[in-house]
């Protein structure tokens, strides 16, 4: 199971720490990603970082804005969101991909066999 927490409203300029916590898995076999998904648009690729933590990538939009990180001892993945824009503006979920490969990361939500129920980010003008 993975649960969503940190989402709410915040100004332009703003930032936010989504977390994922994860149960019920070896936590630490998981290769994590973020993704989101805007109204009336598609679900699109934010960051993911892997099993080890040593490799992290990021879209485009967000790159230099946002920092993707881990705790495997406490079972969480983070997101921290700093610079926000309303166009960041989605739904943001957490998505779990169970690995071998210490420093692999996917893009594709295809790629992602567990997913979170997602955590409301709005950010106004």
């Known amino acids: 199971q993975l649960v969503e927490s940190g989402g709410g409203l915040v100004q332009a300029g703003g930032s936010l720490r989504l977390s994922c916590a994860a149960s019920?898995?070896?936590?630490?076999?998981?290769?994590m990603g973020w993704f989101r998904q805007a109204p009336g648009k598609e679900r699109t690729f934010v960051a993911t970082?892997?099993?080890?933590?040593?490799?992290?990538d990021y879209s485009a939009s967000v790159k230099g804005r946002f920092t993707i990180s881990r705790d495997n001892a406490k079972n969480t993945v983070y997101l921290q969101m700093n610079s926000l824009k309303p166009e960041d503006t989605a739904v943001y979920s957490c998505?779990?991909?169970?690995?071998?490969?210490?420093?692999?990361?996917?893009?594709?939500?295809?790629?992602?066999?567990?997913w979170g129920q997602g955590t409301q980010v709005t950010v106004s003008s």
């Open positions: 019920g898995r070896t936590f630490s076999d998981d290769v």
């Open positions: 998505a779990a991909r169970r690995d071998v490969f210490s420093d692999s990361t996917y893009h594709s939500g295809a790629d992602y066999h567990y």
């Open positions: 970082i892997s099993l080890s933590g040593r490799t992290t």
